[in-house]
Every structure is written in C-alpha cells, then in structure tokens.
C-alpha cells in the first residue's frame, strides 16, 4: 500500500480481542518508552506474560534507532518503520537446530552418503513446534523534538511481535496503529488486536484479505516452501506449493520479502547484485552497515529476496544491536576464527570495529537530511534519493571503469571499511571473487527515474521487477541440476499400483559434482558463469542453504509420489489386475491392499485423513475382497485366523464369484469372525 489507509474508532462498533486467535498473527502488542534515567521501558505489553524477561530486554533493545548512528534532526517529529528478528533461546533446543548448527557441516557430511540421505527422508517430522525459533518485531517509532523536554525531545515505538516473516503486512498496520496509538493511546492496541482476532489463518503464498477498521490490507503472503519449518509449516502443507519455474504472474511470491526495494537499496551497487547473490547463496557472513534502521533493515531484506525460490537457512537479523545476546560470541571471535552464517543489518559504526574480522561488508544508504519529516505512508523507507546518470551498459561501464573510478577504488580498499567512520559512502568490501558475470542485458533494461519523486517510485517497482524476476530465473535455473533426485515416478503400465514406489536416486555430492562435470551446467548459466562454476556448487553443497533445502525438496517429491500411487490405485480395476498377476504373486498383492487399508482407516481415526479418505476405503476394501476371492480356500481359512483381518472382510458385499483363466472358481461369501478354524 503506497499510501496509509484511513481507520476511525467507533465505540459501538468495538470488537473484543481474543489473545488465542490473535497469535495465529500477533504474538503481542508492546509500546516501549525511552525513559532518561532507566532506559528503554516497555510500558505496555499485550497479552501480559507472553514473553520472557530476556526476551523482553532483547526486544526494548532492538526498538529504537542506534543513537551514534543518527544524524541532528531539527524537525518536531520523525517517523520511521523497521524490523528486527531475534532468537528465542529457550526453544533452541527444539526442532532441527540453529542456524549455525545447520552450518556446521564438514567435508564428509556434505557428500551425502545413501545412507544419510535416508536419514533425511525418515526426518519428515510432524512434531512441529507451536512457536517459532524466531520472533520477528516491526516497529514504528517515533522521534518528538521538543527543546523545553530534557535532551531536547522524547521518543516511543509501537511494536508489533509476530512468528511471520510478514513485513508486507505488518508495515502498512503499523501505518494505521502507529499514528492511532499516538492519537488515543491504549485504546488503539485493544481496537487492532480485536480485528486482528478476526483474521483467518495465515494460507502461505495466497493474497489474503484482511479487514481493519474501514481499511481492508491486501497482501501476498510469501510461499510455504520459503518458510522455516518452525513457522508451523509441516511438510505435507509445503508438498502443495512448489515453486513454479517463472510465474507468470510477477505479484506471486516466491520467496521471502517479494516486495522489498532491491533497486533503491542497492542503486549505487547494482553491479555487485551478482556477487551478494553468490554470497548468500553459498552462506558466508556478510556485515550490512547503514545510516538508518529502515534502510538496514530494507537492504538485508531485498538481499534475502534474491535466493528466492530458495529455502534461506542463513540466520539474518534486519536491525541488530550491540545488546542482542549473540553479539558477545560474534564480538569474541578473533581473525582466522570462521564467522557463523550470518547476515547482520546495523547502523552502529561500533561494529566496523567489533567484527572487524567479518569477511564481507557491504555499505548502503545515504544519511537522512538535516532537517525533513519521514512520510511513512511513503514506500521509500531506506530508498536511496534519485541521482541523475542513467542505468545503460556505457554509463555503469564507464562509472566502473574510468581512471578516477579506479583510483576510487584502490582508495576504498586501502582505507577498509573504517573510512565509512567519517563519512559514509556506498561500497562492497570482499576478497571473494565471483563465478557469476553481471547480466548487461538486464543492467540495460532499468530505467533511470530522473529527479521526480512520483516517477522514481513508479520507476522502482519496475525496476525491481526486472531484477527479482532475473534473480529468480537465475537461482531457478542454478537448482535446475538437482531436479532428476526430486523425480516422482508413476507405475508403470501393467504394474501394481499397490506395490511400493521405487526410491528416489539416492543423492553423492561427488557422483553430481562428476556428472555435472561431465554433461555442463546449461546454455542460461555457461554464458553467465566464468569456467570454475563447478566450485560454486562445492560451495554450496557445503554451505548451510544445502542440506535443509535438499531435504524439504525430497520429501515434498515422496509426498507427490505418493500422491500419484495412491492416485492410481483409485483408478485401479482390481478384477482386470488380477487376471495378469501370477498366482505365486496373489497372496502379496492382498497384503499390499491390506496395509494401505489400514494406513487410511489410521489416518481417519487421527483427524489427518483427505477429503476423499471415505471413497479410498470404500474403493480398497472391496480390492481386499476381490483379490480374497480368488485365494485358494486354505489360503483363505489361514487369512482368517486374524481377528483384525476378518473384520475387514466382514463389510463386503453380497458373495461374489471370480473365474480366472486355467484356475478353478472359487466362491466366497461374507464370513465371520466366529467361523470354524
């Protein structure tokens, strides 16, 4: 929403909130005073209790911008929105790990042996814990100047503390809550969290309708395949939302943070677009320094957005502080010790020299005027302001190329990122090389919006929809070689539906390395790779983004296998199988009917069944009495010794008779369990 939806209080019309169905969305509502004398205090806190008391100092913390890394602002009030995310310790011991526990992965583990690849798809867990491993806090803050106050004014933030990675949703509801709260205080919390109450659940990868007051907020949740499983997502609900190759409709997510503002972020920096995609893509540390949280925050967001469809392990923090707890491990570790995979978003210019040692920096942003107001209905937060080169080949070529340039460059590197200490400046500090070559095609189509605002918006989205879309194809295409281990298989014709699937490939890192090796990677990546583009893929079967990834895909294929299996014995005639099936093979294939019957009738009495769980049942039992039927009488007296068993053949039909070719008939009726042994 580019502008901020207008939202009226009527008492009449006031909805009570219920904290249970709010949390589908909201874990709670905090507003959070700057106090002088204590600190930062949380002032309120909807529903009460809901956090712990370090969670509640981590997130008093993190809700208000870093004061040595602002600017003197003369105006009487500032505004701003921002994000952060932080770790629920005391449930980090649940689930699949940490982020830098995912990382942790040697040599040997990352070659993925048949063996641990079983592993990985026996790990379809549905015990998914309620909360997330992560909490997600969106901010509005706001900043009074004031000179009769002491230190010259106040500040206070709305805080909106959500499990959802749902910053299109939750920025244009700070919209509407920030300014309301400022309005008529503690009324606006119980009047949002009453129509948040209202809300459906949250559908992955679906435009939701969401109404609030006399305003309804139209968003596109990002897709289930880019969630972490600790959202809640399991994965039978993920099965359903593969990733299409290129959607044709560009306002679909495919990833997390679909409407983040790639261009205005990086405008100064398009030309390294393509090295922070490798960086991320392969999991290395990078430090993201910034004037102001919402540029911070809207920089590390556009560059998660990158890897999309891509499952991104890599733990990123949009704002983080010097008082989040994983500072003082990230602050010990001295040079030659290896960074967890980690992308920081900061403003603090403390930080250049307290991870000095981080591999990869990277500058954004430009400082905030000395005197203006944040529009926050404006969707420029952390937008660079218009600069009036163009983006064609010959202007980046000849910015990037030329004597000056060069000379620019050598300087930046010389001085390191401490330079940005006096004053700040976009830039890339990085001893990575990248395999991946900017696409001048691409570089070629964006479009310079000039000096006017209204057109650099307008601009900007079109912008970024040619670079998330390129990106994406990118990413799409840099996957595309995994897909033969994804393959669902069908039965084949004249083959038993009711047998087991065969297993997918099993997955070697060196059997792929050496096979893609031998066939290449592709016409889309060779004429956008440089010769060693076998090494990025070492490096990213080693790095933290592989693994989890590889085994959501794998059991999203078995769910679809199965799916198609279970589809076939739906369409199965029993009676036109049984005539090609050799005798010998008669009794396995009733054992085959038996188990998938109970599987089902499991499934129904658990409350997982599908909608068509009754019609399978029906369908395989009278299966299991066909076949039955043309068992020898023996057979069938044995068979029937199983209580269990006999119960499943009792809700069959009238006798039936079944005449094979070169067998003699045998007729069966409904026997019972009380029948002689």
């Known amino acids: 929403m580019s502008r901020s939806p207008s939202f009226s209080v009527k008492s009449e019309l006031s909805v009570k909130a219920d904290p249970d169905a709010m949390q589908r969305w909201v874990l709670a509502f905090c507003i959070i005073?700057?106090?002088?004398?204590?600190?930062?205090?949380?002032?309120?806190?909807?529903?009460?209790?809901?956090?712990?008391?370090?969670?509640?100092?981590?997130?008093?913390?993190?809700?208000?911008?870093?004061?040595?890394?602002?600017?003197q602002n003369r105006s009487s009030i500032h505004d701003c929105i921002f994000f952060f995310r932080f770790q629920r310790h005391k449930h980090s011991k649940q689930g699949n790990g940490t982020s830098s526990e995912i990382s942790e992965i040697d040599d040997k583990e990352t070659s993925s042996t048949p063996d641990e690849v079983k592993s990985i798809r026996r790990s379809r867990s549905t015990d998914i814990s309620k909360s997330s491993k992560y909490l997600y806090g969106y901010v509005f803050n706001r900043q009074r100047h004031d000179e009769r106050l002491k230190r010259g004014g106040e500040q206070k933030s709305v805080v909106i503390l959500s499990h959802g990675p749902y910053y299109s949703m939750f920025r244009p509801l700070l919209q509407i809550m920030g300014p309301l709260y400022f309005d008529i205080g503690r009324k606006a919390i119980e009047h949002i969290a009453g129509y948040v109450s209202l809300w459906p659940s949250p559908v992955p990868g679906k435009l939701m309708e969401l109404p609030i007051g006399n305003a309804m907020l139209k968003v596109n949740l990002p897709p289930a395949h880019s969630l972490p499983l600790e959202s809640g997502i399991s994965y039978e609900e993920s099965a359903s939302s593969m990733a299409p190759f290129l959607p044709s409709n560009p306002s679909v997510p495919q990833g997390l943070f679909h409407d983040s503002d790639i261009f205005g972020t990086f405008r100064g920096l398009l030309l390294q677009l393509w090295l922070l995609w490798e960086l991320l893509l392969i999991g290395e540390p990078i430090l993201i320094i910034a004037?102001?949280?919402?540029?911070?925050?809207?920089?590390?967001?556009?560059?998660?957005?990158?890897?999309?469809?891509?499952?991104?392990?890599?733990?990123?923090?949009?704002?983080?502080?010097?008082?989040?707890?994983?500072?003082?491990?990230?602050?010990?570790?001295?040079?030659?010790?290896?960074?967890?995979?980690?992308?920081?978003?900061?403003?603090?210019?403390?930080?250049?020299?307290?991870?000095?040692?981080?591999?990869?920096?990277?500058?954004?942003?430009?400082?905030?005027?000395?005197?203006?107001?944040?529009?926050?209905?404006?969707?420029?937060?952390?937008?660079?302001?218009?600069?009036?080169?163009?983006?064609?080949?010959?202007?980046?070529?000849l910015k990037k190329f030329s004597p000056s340039s060069l000379f620019n460059a050598v300087k930046l590197r010389r001085d390191g990122p401490l330079c940005l200490m006096t004053e700040h400046k976009e830039a890339i500090w990085s001893t990575y090389v990248a395999t991946t070559k900017p696409d001048t095609s691409i570089l070629n189509r964006l479009i310079d919006a000039g000096m006017s605002p209204r057109v650099e918006e307008s601009m900007s989205v079109v912008n970024n929809e040619i670079l998330r879309r390129h990106f994406l194809e990118l990413t799409t295409n840099f996957l595309a070689p995994f897909g033969p281990y994804f393959r669902a298989t069908t039965p084949s014709e004249g083959s038993s539906p009711y047998a087991d699937p065969p297993p997918l490939p099993p997955f070697n890192a060196d059997d792929f390395l050496m096979s893609l090796s031998a066939r290449g990677v592709g016409k889309f990546l060779s004429k956008r790779m440089r010769s060693n583009w076998l090494d990025l893929y070492r490096h990213f079967l080693k790095g933290p983004n592989f693994l989890p990834w590889f085994q959501r895909r794998l059991a999203i294929a078995e769910n679809e296998q199965h799916r198609l299996w279970r589809q076939a014995r739906m369409k199965t005639d029993i009676h036109l199988l049984i005539t090609k099936v050799p005798e010998l093979e008669i009794v396995d294939c009733f054992d085959a009917i038996e188990r998938h019957l109970l599987g089902e009738m499991q499934l129904q009495q658990s409350g997982r069944a599908i909608s068509d769980s009754a019609a399978m049942c029906q369908k395989l039992k009278g299966d299991l009495q066909a076949v039955f039927n043309v068992l020898p009488n023996d057979m069938q007296q044995l068979l029937l010794l199983n209580p269990q068993r006999a119960a499943l053949l009792q809700g069959s039909s009238s006798p039936e008779l079944t005449i094979l070719p070169?067998?003699?008939?045998?007729?069966?009726?409904v026997v019972s369990s009380n029948s002689p042994r």
């Open 291 to 397: 004037p102001t949280p919402p540029q911070c925050c809207e920089a590390v967001a556009s560059l998660v957005s990158l890897v999309a469809p891509l499952l991104c392990t890599v733990d990123f923090r949009p704002y983080f502080t010097i008082h989040d707890p994983d500072f003082a491990q990230l602050n010990a570790l001295q040079e030659g010790d290896k960074y967890p995979p980690v992308v920081l978003g900061v403003t603090n210019l403390f930080f250049l020299k307290a991870l000095r040692y981080i591999p990869h920096i990277v500058s954004v942003g430009s400082p905030a005027p000395s005197s203006s107001r944040v529009t926050i209905a404006s969707r420029s937060t952390g937008r660079i302001p218009a600069k009036q080169e163009g983006f064609g080949l010959q202007q980046l070529s």
């Open 33 to 71: 005073r700057f106090d002088l004398e204590q600190g930062q205090l949380i002032e309120e806190c909807y529903p009460p209790g809901c956090l712990t008391q370090e969670e509640e100092l981590e997130v008093a913390f993190s809700s208000f911008p870093d004061s040595v890394s602002q600017h």
């Open 662 to 669: 070169g067998r003699p008939s045998i007729q069966v009726g």
